[in-house]
């Protein structure tokens, strides 16, 4: 499927800025769908030639959440012909409207042109079932004179409007609360939800009449919030200039929720008719928000906490191990040492992840000093190549504890003392699996070796954690380099 840009780029010879209008209109298009009970298409006028003639061709189309949509087929890629109202008056300037049926229904249309720079780039369509006509609602009296004045505003060329938004905030819809206001800031109408929102906001009183912006200045608990929504209002009914830097959205608190508002000015012919104010009760998602974040916290101190008690642990074993004469048991202590060191560094890792994820490129890029200078007395030089990618927690702790003990036992019962060696790890990953090779150039495995009878503690540890934890598969095998290869191939999600 070919998106906006694609299709204005292969079909238009409009410029950069006039593509880019067309875009941001149809980011913010939604709204004018919700408050038309319409869906809404963008049709613009290709580059002819003499094998094809220019024809108007739509690329973008928009249901109403509102309402239920009249246009049930994708009309993106179809070309607007003889049964629509004259194109020709439409991009000269003018707006246009008919009717036509479709099966039970009566489908009306207006067809608005898209100005920009003072020139006609597109062509809207609103398509509503005109099949019966009945008194609108107050609800939707307002939201059809606010679609109006949007509608003319994308004729001018100035819907949707610059504005700033760095923190991110998605879009109340009109649904979650609709207040219209009046050029001097007064509420001229509220919609249900709205009401609700500012009754959980702790204003009780008939909300029509009331200036906006004091009612909400009296009701938020700090006073920047207060006085940039305050702002933000009256320049949305034209009392102020509009600031490209200011947004128009906001997220505040007040006494006992947390709201999310939108202005959206409304300026038909350049004449401020008044505003739109969406807003939206998020209370219970930024409780919920609030909640998470606290138990990632608690999570990431557990893991620092168990960190500190791996290296205590660690510490520990290093001194006995110093302490011991005889050369088995500091062996057996040095390695234990290594092996709860590496279970240190997950935690450490995770400690200072927020999504219980660990990049086990860099897991291993850390561990390697540890494991050369527990070894002592090796020249060894260790290689990475290709990546092993970033793993969940449950799959990374036995998996780098394998790792560790594969590495080790290459480093161990591969290499000479004083050797120079080299030791090669191969990461190669796809959608379903991970493959880990490691390789040496060391003596290679004894005559008659078998994975499954070694008493190798650490190997034991292996197949253990590879079979059983991870449900993967251990191979030991010649290298190419005439060592030792270990491949571990475990199943990944």
Known sequence: MSTLADLLAAHTALTDEGAGQLQRLVAEWQLLADLSFADLLMSVRTVGSDDEPSRVLTVAQCRPNTASTVLPRDEVGTVLGGDSPSLDAVFAGYRATDTVADGAITVGRQLWPIGYGGEVIAVLTRAVDATTQSLPSPLEAAYSECADDLCQMVSDGSFPLAEDNPTGLSTPRAGDGFIRLDPDGAVVYASPNALSAFHRMGYSAELSGTLLAEVVTTLLTDAFEAADAAQMLKMAV????????????????????????????????????????????????????????????????????????????????????????????????????????????????????????????????????????????????????????????????????????????????????????????????????????????????????????????????????????????????????????????????
């Open 238 to 493: 034209g009392q102020r200039p509009v600031d490209a830097d200011v947004a128009m959205r906001m997220e505040v608190n007040a006494r006992r929720a947390t709201v999310l508002i939108r202005a959206v000015p409304l300026r038909p012919t350049s004449l401020s008719t008044g505003a739109v104010v969406l807003i939206r009760d998020v209370t219970e998602v930024k409780r919920r928000d609030l909640a998470l974040i606290s138990k990632d916290a608690t999570i990431r101190e557990i893991h620092h906490r168990v960190k500190n008690n791996l290296q205590s642990v660690s510490a520990l074993l290093r001194l006995q191990a110093r302490r011991t004469s005889y050369p088995e048991a500091r062996t057996a202590l040095t390695e234990a040492d290594r092996r709860v060191a590496s279970i240190a560094l997950v935690h450490e890792l995770l400690s200072g992840s927020v999504d219980e994820e660990l990049d086990l490129d860099e897991v291993v890029d850390r561990l390697m000093p540890t494991l050369l200078d527990a070894a002592g007395g090796t020249h060894t030089q260790v290689y990475r190549r290709g990546r092993l990618g970033v793993l969940p927690a449950e799959l990374a702790m036995p998996l780098v504890m394998v790792l560790s003990e594969l590495i080790q036992n290459s480093v161990e019962h591969g290499m000479s003392e004083g050797a120079h060696g080299q030791i090669t790890i191969t990461g190669n990953r796809d959608m379903r699996r991970l493959k880990v090779s490691i390789s040496d150039d060391g003596h290679g495995l004894p005559r008659g070796f078998d994975v499954s009878t070694s008493e190798n503690l650490g190997l034991q540890i292996v197949r253990t954690l590879v079979e059983i934890d991870l449900g993967g598969v251990l191979e030991l095998g010649a290298s190419d380099a005439g060592g030792t290869t270990a491949t571990v191939t475990v199943p990944v999600r």
